[in-house]
């Protein structure tokens, strides 16, 4: 059992920065991948980005450059620092939890102004 908790996420101009976290808790598992989605209404649900239990991370296209997710074995936190925001990063970010089983947050809302 994998709890996930966001948070961080609200409302910024284009061209701001944000750092969203995920808390997780119960039974980590070190090896586990974790990983940022985002969705925006009437779209499917994107990967935005991803880190393994040894560090290594994924990106989607268009957030390369300006995205790092980063991930604290300490404190079982991961962090996503979006920066260079543009209006089309709007969505609701969604934290995974992935070692056999599947887990999700229940989403934080960002909102990236004109």
């Known amino acids: 059992q994998v709890q996930l908790v966001e948070s961080g996420g609200g409302l910024v101009q284009a061209g701001g920065s944000l750092r969203i976290s995920c808390a997780a808790s119960?039974?980590?598992?070190?090896?586990?991948?974790m990983g940022w989605y985002r969705q925006a209404p009437g779209k499917q649900r994107e990967l935005v980005a991803s880190?393994?239990?040894?560090?290594?991370?994924n990106y989607a296209d268009s957030v390369k450059g300006r995205f790092t997710i980063s991930r604290d074995f300490t404190k079982n936190t991961v962090y996503l620092q979006m920066n260079s925001l543009k209006p089309e990063d709007t969505g609701v970010y969604y934290c995974?939890?992935?070692?056999?089983?599947?887990?999700w947050g229940q989403g934080t809302q960002v909102t990236v102004s004109s």
């Open positions: 880190i393994t239990g040894s560090g290594r991370t």
């Open positions: 995974k939890y992935m070692w056999g089983l599947e887990y």
């Open positions: 119960g039974n980590i598992v070190r090896l586990s991948t």
